[in-house]
């Protein structure tokens, strides 16, 4: 069964550091394109960051040198794991794991079909 369940958003101050975590149930031994989209109110929602099955992983130009993915796996389950650093205001959002069963096709605009439920981040000034 394919489930996405994302933890550890949460409020912090300006330059502060988050850690989001993803597990991905369903996603272990396949091809996938997977990763981190977010939505801030009155905005669209935008990729942060996705990486292929083949290694390959792409991130948006707001967050490079600040944010880093990673991933482990058990099992049938894939966690990806968010740092992210130096946060700004504008980093303020709802975010949300994606994941789907083929390559990034079209990078951070790949349109994936499993989503998680979504957590807040926060950075005040």
């Known amino acids: 069964q394919v489930q996405l369940v994302e933890s550890g958003g949460g409020s912090v101050q300006d330059g502060g550091s988050l850690r989001l975590a993803c597990e991905a149930s369903?996603?272990?031994?396949?091809?996938?394109?997977m990763g981190w989209f977010r939505q801030a109110p009155g905005k669209e929602r935008e990729g942060v960051v996705l990486?292929?099955?083949?290694?390959?992983?792409?991130?948006a130009d707001s967050v490079k040198g600040r944010f880093t993915l990673s991933q482990d796996i058990a099992k049938n389950i894939r966690t990806l794991y968010l740092e992210m650093n130096s946060l700004k205001p504008e980093d303020t959002a709802m975010y949300y794991c994606?994941?789907?069963?083929?390559?990034?096709?079209?990078?951070?605009?790949?349109?994936?079909?499993?989503w998680g439920q979504g957590t807040q981040v926060t950075v005040s000034s």
């Open positions: 994606a994941a789907d069963f083929f390559h990034c096709l079209d990078g951070l605009g790949t349109i994936l079909g499993y």
């Open positions: 369903g996603f272990g031994y396949s091809s996938y394109c």
């Open positions: 990486i292929d099955s083949d290694g390959s992983t792409t991130y």
